[in-house]
């Protein structure tokens, strides 16, 4: 059973940044794809940022430009990096690690991202 723990989140307020981190248990050399989603307060879970076994990115448009997803294969983490916050990025954060092979699907336990002044 891999284990993900992510850490990074808290309180900022608009305008600030804040980067989350995602350490797996297990080598993230031999992934799927890595994403970063969210869940604000009565909203359904939403993708935020993904990246691919080759390194390709993609955002949702509401993050695109304020946001960076990457990687550190040698610490088996993911971050995202997230910049100019706004409140509407207000949420509980989650990461996502699909491992090959077999498609084993991971997540971690979620970490609050609150932006207010």
């Known amino acids: 059973q891999v284990q993900l723990v992510e850490s990074g989140g808290g309180l900022v307020q608009p305008g600030g940044s804040l980067r989350l981190s995602c350490a797996a248990s297990?080598?993230?050399?031999?992934?799927?794809?890595a994403g970063w989603y969210r869940q604000g307060p009565g909203k359904q879970r939403e993708l935020v940022a993904i990246?691919?076994?080759?390194?390709?990115?993609n955002y949702a448009d509401s993050v695109k430009g304020r946001f960076t997803i990457s990687r550190d294969n040698a610490k088996n983490t993911v971050y995202l990096q997230m910049n100019s916050l706004k409140p509407e990025d207000t949420a509980v954060y989650y990461c996502?690690?699909?491992?090959?092979?077999?498609?084993?699907?991971?997540w971690g336990q979620g970490t609050q991202v609150t932006v207010s002044s």
């Open positions: 990246i691919t076994a080759g390194g390709s990115t």
């Open positions: 996502n690690v699909v491992f090959t092979p077999g498609y084993r699907d991971y």
């Open positions: 297990e080598s993230i050399l031999s992934i799927n794809h």
